[in-house]
């Protein structure tokens, strides 16, 4: 079971930066490809980043690649999305998920293991 709490968001400017966190508080955290997925004001929610069990293997979609890092820690059972020179389209509720499609799949807009958690608002002001 993967119950998620995201954490980090905030207000920047472009330009800055922030580091999320996501808190897997059930069980068999290091089992699951975990992923970032963010939704825009009247946009659908898609997959920005993905990260294999291990996490030796990481993807990344186009808009964010080069600017956005992600990470686990499998110890403490969290996640983590380094974002630097933030824009104003990455404006968005972030989310973390166990995607249903593994790293290797169709992960973008897959459904996740165990729900949804409450997000965390990233603002990018111009």
């Known amino acids: 079971q993967v119950q998620v709490a995201e954490s980090g968001g905030g207000l920047v400017q472009t330009g800055g930066s922030l580091r999320l966190s996501c808190l897997d508080s059930g069980l068999a955290f290091d089992k699951y490809d975990m992923a970032w997925f963010r939704q825009a004001p009247g946009k659908g929610r898609d997959g920005i980043s993905c990260i294999t069990k291990s996490g030796n293997v990481t993807e990344y979609v186009g808009s964010v690649k080069g600017r956005f890092t992600i990470s686990r820690d499998n110890a403490k059972n969290t996640l983590h999305l380094q974002m630097n020179d933030l824009k104003p389209e990455d404006t968005a509720m972030y989310y973390c998920?166990?995607?249903?499609?593994?790293?290797?799949?169709?992960?973008?807009?897959?459904?996740?293991?165990?729900?949804w958690g409450q997000g965390t608002q990233v603002t990018v002001s111009s």
């Open positions: 998920g166990a995607p249903m499609s593994d790293c290797s799949g169709s992960w973008t807009r897959a459904p996740v293991f165990g729900g």
